[in-house]
């Protein structure tokens, strides 16, 4: 079984529990060398997304979900390999403490921004988003926060993805996602989505 591994404290909680289970044939990729590195101290093993075509199943948190789907993900700066990772998978899971669900987006929306013409970029994206003043993601980009108000997802994604400067933004919308799991106290609620 081919595997992607997302990134954030709900995921480091997972990793303990796939290393119990065994990992038998299992091939992994990460998308944050956090990831990476608790997933191999683990004995679970992680290659280079490079050498895999598709994946069976990845598993990924959450900073927000609403009740028809919409994600905001990437509040550690790695929405653009958790989407690449999603988005190759054939089924991607989405797993949730209770705190995550909202009945309407809040942000911020996390943005990973090419750094070639910054300046210009965020004059286009205006006074709504913020550069964080953190190390640049994985992949280079420099991480910012659209802090406006979200209102309708699929507006705002599309116009994010309309701007040559914007690599990605957090916004997942339903059709990604597969199954959506929230842990409430011993309890699981399991939701089936779009993907």
């Known amino acids: 079984m081919t595997v992607g591994l997302g990134t954030g404290s ?3 909680h997972l990793l ?17 060398l956090a990831t990476e590195e608790q997933a191999r101290a683990l004995g679970i093993p992680v290659e ?13 948190g959450t900073d927000e979900v609403t009740p028809d789907g919409w994600l905001i993900k990437g509040g550690g700066g790695a929405h653009l390999r958790e ?5 190759a998978a054939d089924r991607f899971v989405v ?3 209770s705190s995550k669900p909202v009945d309407a987006l809040r942000g ?16 286009r994206l205006g006074k709504e988003v913020e550069l964080r003043d953190v190390p640049a993601s994985p992949d ?9 108000p979200i209102g309708d997802p699929a507006a705002l994604a599309a116009r994010l993805e309309a701007d040559p400067g914007v690599a990605a933004h957090g916004l997942f919308p339903p059709a990604m ?4 799991f929230v842990g409430r106290g011993e309890q699981v609620e399991v939701a089936r989505l779009g993907g």
């Open 177 to 180: 996602v597969s199954e959506l």
């Open 16 to 32: 303990p529990a796939i290393a119990r289970r065994g990992v038998g044939e299992i091939r992994c990729v990460a998308t944050s």
């Open 10 to 12: 709900t995921v480091a």
């Open 140 to 148: 280079g980009g420099v991480i910012a926060d659209f802090r406006g």
């Open 83 to 87: 989407k690449i990772v999603a988005a």
């Open 108 to 123: 911020p929306v996390p943005l990973e921004l090419f750094g070639f013409g910054i300046a210009s970029t965020l004059a």
């Open 95 to 97: 797993i949730a403490d």
């Open 48 to 60: 280079e997304f490079s050498t895999l075509r598709r994946l069976d199943l990845a598993i990924d």
